[in-house]
């Protein structure tokens, strides 16, 4: 089995830049039945706050796996399956607005066995490019199969 309990508390990478672009916010609108006039293109949100459309904070969290998946693959080649397991704790720091890049840093918080495999805790700062303050800091539960 994959054991990772060396690499708690260490960085396990960068993720690629991902666009938030326009049409995805408005799909994920669609799909959640929030089409608040904050996310959609348009005069009023240009006006609005954030100086034009934003990204759903739940957009950015549902694009968690794959911001991630390419930095965490490397480290769980071995595991028959890996599954999300939750989350125990998310913070949406900096509005995302549309547009903009976004990328993972991932940080191992934490690796403990369970019986068939191991049960990582996840530190993700979605970062936005140009953007000090993060997006999001997700901690996320994977578990690894043997």
Known sequence: MID???RVGQ????GGWM????DRVDAFAAA????????E????????????????GF????????LTTEILRPHT???????NYGLDRVRFITPVRVGSKIRARVKLAEAK??????????ESTIEIEGVERPAAVIESLVRLYG
């Open 113 to 122: 066995p369970f019986d068939g495999g191991m049960q990582l805790k996840i």
């Open 19 to 22: 666009v938030i672009e326009q």
């Open 77 to 83: 080649a071995g595991a028959r399956m890996a599954i």
């Open 59 to 66: 957009l950015t969290l549902s694009l968690l796996s794959p």
């Open 41 to 56: 293109a348009g005069d009023k949100a240009d006006a609005g706050p954030f100086g034009g459309p934003i990204a759903h």
């Open 4 to 6: 990772l309990s060396d």
């Open 11 to 14: 960085e396990l990478g960068v």
């Open 32 to 39: 959640t039945d929030d089409q608040q006039w904050i996310h």
